[in-house]
């Protein structure tokens, strides 16, 4: 084997190196975008995927050298992708604990027709379910309180669990809910 053979075995090593590191870069096209919006729209919804792509986008550029191509790219973008939205949903979840316990909060508007008596009883009821929805399993409470907006088919998707299961939690919520309010 004479020099040249091993300088050309060298080279095709640093192609090789090459190729490999380009197959492994991290692109952010449109494709890239529209994936990041499906699964945070799987996770959080609609209204507010479009944030968290573009958060998770950038987050996927600012850390674009940590990708070490140990799985495939769309594997990474997807982990990157779900850890904002699961993020967006536990900020949410804090702000709305925080405005539940606030003593300032604002109560709810009354209906100026209705009698006091029957203004006191609305606001009695609301706080009693409010109590009873805090005793619930959180897994049975996601489900009761988006139920109260959405269909069983936007429920699962939102939560990210099939339609029977959300029937089931309901139904489980439900017979927990009875039981509370009768003792």
Request: without cysteine; hydrophobic residues 45%.
């Given at each position: 084997m004479?020099?040249?053979?091993?300088?050309?075995?060298?080279t095709?090593?640093?192609?090789?190196?090459?190729?490999?590191?380009?197959?492994?870069?991290?692109?952010?096209?449109?494709?890239?975008?529209?994936?990041?919006?499906?699964?945070?729209?799987r996770?959080v919804?609609?209204?507010?995927?479009?944030?968290?792509?573009?958060?998770?986008m950038?987050l996927?550029?600012?850390?674009?050298?940590?990708?070490r191509?140990?799985?495939r790219?769309?594997t990474?973008?997807?982990?990157?992708?779900?850890?904002?939205a699961?993020?967006y949903?536990?900020?949410?979840?804090?702000?709305?604990?925080?405005l539940?316990?606030?003593p300032?909060?604002?109560?709810?508007?009354?209906?100026?027709?209705?009698?006091?008596?029957?203004?006191?009883?609305?606001?009695?009821?609301?706080?009693v379910?409010s109590?009873?929805?805090d005793r619930?399993?959180?897994?049975?409470?996601?489900?009761?309180?988006?139920?109260?907006?959405l269909?069983?088919?936007?429920?699962a998707?939102?939560?990210?669990?099939?339609?029977?299961?959300?029937?089931?939690?309901?139904?489980r919520?439900?017979?927990?809910?009875?039981?509370?309010?009768?003792?």
């Amino acid at each position: 084997m004479d020099m040249t053979d091993l300088n050309v075995k060298v080279t095709d090593m640093n192609d090789l190196n090459e190729k490999t590191f380009n197959a492994h870069r991290p692109v952010f096209g449109e494709a890239e975008r529209q994936f990041v919006y499906a699964v945070a729209r799987r996770i959080v919804g609609s209204e507010a995927a479009d944030d968290i792509a573009q958060d998770a986008m950038l987050l996927a550029y600012v850390h674009r050298d940590a990708f070490r191509g140990d799985s495939r790219y769309r594997t990474w973008l997807y982990r990157i992708a779900a850890t904002a939205a699961l993020g967006y949903l536990r900020k949410r979840k804090r702000s709305r604990e925080r405005l539940a316990t606030d003593p300032d909060a604002m109560p709810a508007p009354l209906d100026p027709a209705a009698s006091p008596e029957t203004q006191v009883a609305d606001r009695e009821a609301a706080a009693v379910a409010s109590r009873l929805l805090d005793r619930l399993d959180p897994m049975y409470r996601d489900v009761v309180v988006l139920r109260t907006e959405l269909s069983e088919a936007q429920t699962a998707e939102r939560l990210g669990i099939s339609v029977a299961n959300v029937k089931v939690r309901a139904h489980r919520a439900r017979a927990q809910l009875r039981i509370a309010f009768a003792a």
